[in-house]
Nanobody, 123 residues
């Protein structure tokens, strides 16, 4: 069992930055790959980024590549999403999730989810 709690969301102007954190409970955190998804009002949940259990491999949606960076600290049971050059279209609730397999992109493959944190980017 893994419990996930996101933090770090907020209101920022376009071009600004935010860093999201996702703290995990449980001793098995390092055995899970981790992902970030987001969901805007009226839209489906979409993949943002993922990182392998070791942190050696990362994956990004084309819409955030070059602007967002996912990282993890297994000693702190935490995964991060550094978001730079934010755009109004990045506005959404951001969720972190834990994954046992390597099916990075599909939310259905993820085993555990956090409650989400709101990110709002004003123009």
């Amino acid at each position: 069992q893994v419990q996930l709690v996101e933090s770090g969301g907020g209101l920022v102007q376009a071009g600004g930055s935010l860093r999201l954190s996702c703290a995990a409970s449980g001793r098995t955190f390092s055995s899970y790959a981790m992902g970030w998804f987001r969901q805007a009002p009226g839209k489906e949940r979409e993949f943002v980024a993922a990182i392998s259990w070791s942190g050696g491999s990362t994956y990004y949606a084309d819409s955030v590549k070059g602007r967002f960076t996912i990282s993890r600290d297994n000693a702190k049971n935490t995964v991060y999403l550094q978001m730079n050059s934010l755009k109004p279209e990045d506005t959404a609730v951001y969720y972190c999730a834990a994954l046992r397999t390597s099916s990075w992109y599909s939310p259905r493959e993820y085993d555990y989810w956090g409650q989400g944190t709101q990110v709002t980017v004003s123009s």
